[in-house]
């Protein structure tokens, strides 16, 4: 079993960035699968980037794809969230989610996760 904790969201305007991270328990971070999803008020949880085990694929939701960049670093067991060039559409409550299991590309968007952080906030001012 694994642990997820999110932190980084906050307030900021249109364009600027924020950099959200998810540490996660244990010694086996290396052998999940990683995702970030986000869930806007009013609106289902969509998926928002995945990356596979051990760094080697990555998948973006088309309305992020080239100003989101997930990317993970298995001897801290995090997984970070760079966003760039935000936009008011970006406000959400991120989550990050783990599974013991492995993905390539577009199959990192559908994967089952088991596991959730409880989320952070993020607010883009326009």
């Known amino acids: 079993q694994v642990q997820l904790v999110e932190s980084g969201g906050g307030l900021v305007q249109a364009g600027g960035s924020l950099r959200l991270s998810c540490a996660a328990s244990?010694?086996?971070?290396?052998?999940?699968?990683m995702g970030w999803f986000r869930q806007a008020p009013g609106k289902e949880r969509e998926f928002v980037a995945g990356?596979?085990?051990?760094?080697?694929?990555?998948y973006y939701a088309d309305s992020v794809k080239g100003r989101f960049t997930i990317s993970r670093d298995n001897a801290k067991n995090t997984v970070y969230l760079q966003m760039n060039s935000l936009k008011p559409e970006d406000t959400a409550a991120y989550y990050c989610?783990?599974?013991?299991?492995?993905?390539?590309?577009?199959?990192?968007?559908?994967?089952?996760?088991?596991?959730w952080g409880q989320g952070t906030q993020v607010t883009v001012s326009s």
């Open positions: 989610a783990a599974d013991r299991s492995d993905c390539s590309g577009d199959g990192c968007a559908r994967v089952k996760y088991d596991y």
């Open positions: 990356i596979s085990r051990r760094l080697i694929s990555t």
């Open positions: 244990g010694r086996t971070f290396s052998l999940y699968a």
